[in-house]
């Protein structure tokens, strides 16, 4: 099955075609099969994450909400926000 490029949005398909066009990949279709298998993997690794989180939760390994606690948050999170570290996937979302 051929892959309709132009039904793409344009910055989409300009990627696509420079990745086919610089030799990373061989056709539009490998560029997509990986990125789909890219977010195949990411989604399972997210899975197993919100498992793993779930569970340390339920043998009450979680922090007591406090409004101490949310105030530090904020803080850390506007900290890293502007510095040039790259943020916790698990704080920052897919």
Same mark, same amino acid.
């Given at each position: 099955? #051929?892959?309709?490029? =132009?039904?793409?949005?344009? =910055?989409? &398909?300009?990627?696509?075609? #420079? @990745?086919?066009? /610089? +030799?990373?990949? %061989?056709? #539009?279709? /490998?560029?997509?099969?990986?990125?789909? &298998? &890219?977010? &195949? @993997?990411? =989604?399972?690794? !997210?899975?197993?994450?919100?498992?793993?989180?779930?569970? *340390?939760? !339920? @043998? +009450?390994? +979680?922090?007591?909400? %406090?409004?101490?606690?949310?105030? @530090?948050? #904020?803080?850390?999170?506007? *900290?890293?926000?502007?510095?040039? /570290?790259?943020? =916790?996937?698990?704080?920052?979302?897919?």
């Amino acid at each position: 099955m #051929a892959i309709d490029l =132009d039904r793409l949005a344009p =910055d989409v &398909r300009d990627y696509i075609n #420079a @990745q086919v066009s /610089e +030799g990373v990949y %061989s056709s #539009a279709e /490998e560029v997509l099969e990986d990125a789909v &298998r &890219r977010l &195949r @993997q990411a =989604d399972e690794e !997210r899975h197993e994450r919100l498992l793993k989180a779930l569970e *340390k939760g !339920r @043998q +009450g390994e +979680g922090i007591p909400y %406090s409004r101490e606690l949310m105030d @530090q948050i #904020a803080e850390d999170a506007l *900290k890293a926000m502007w510095s040039d /570290e790259p943020m =916790d996937p698990d704080v920052v979302g897919d």
